[in-house]
């Protein structure tokens, strides 16, 4: 087979993502996220508050070392523990993991988030992508609209919303930052046992493609292509999708009408 030839012709040993190359280059691409997110909120229409887009920013920075840590340790558990020598390049599965990442694991936390948003008003009594300070009354407010169709809201509801209102934002950010790892663990652990499985024509069709472009038997070639040259269009792209659904979700029309109403009197309350 053409497959089983290209990746017998890409041994493994030939991209260690740990040595001192791999640590530079792996630091240019965190710097290159952060700028991705500096852009994404100086291009907003309607540009969040900075302490709001602070939290943001380090939630979504967190989540992505941690994501870029079990990328990692998926590549050289598969690139070492597997015993054929011909699936062992760590470049070759960090680069499965890093494309896993961009497709489906993006695209389940979105789903997971979307999901876990009305359950963490209703159970917590905060808006995910909210940490307090000023937006914490606005929420409230719209907490108990939203909740209550019409009706008043319970006592204790109203109470329990009342109270998370009133946390510290670094406490409302710590909480937020910990649901949203949880969810990377569990759509990260799920992709990765379907990788697991699916590693013998996902490897080869891979190692194929590092074939053709020359890449097998160039180290630095090899993990530049994966660690620079894809993740800064892949990065740019997972962090605009993420940016969209971490961030606080209200109409734009809140932005024009209810603002200016709080800054007006706080009464209102």
Known sequence: ???EDASMSCPGGTCRLLGPFGLLVQAF???WCFLTLVILWKIEKY???FFAWLGDMSKQMVGATYGHLMNLILAMLFGDVLEEDATKNQCVWYMLAFLSDIIFVTFLGCLATRAARPLVRRRCGMDIGDYGGEEASLAVCLLASTESSG???QPRKDEQV???ARLPPWLLWCCQTAIWLLILTAVKTVVSVGLYFGQGPLYAGLTWVFSMTGLCGHHRRQLAVSVIVVPVFGDALQM???DG????QEPHSNHTKIAPA???GTNLL
């Open 47 to 49: 540009p969040r508050p």
């Open 262 to 264: 709080t800054s007006a």
């Open 151 to 153: 009706a008043t809201l």
């Open 240 to 242: 605009a999708v993420q």
């Open 245 to 248: 659904f971490l961030k606080k």
């Open 29 to 31: 691409i965190g710097m």
């Open 162 to 164: 009342r109270y998370v």
């Open 1 to 3: 087979m053409v497959l």
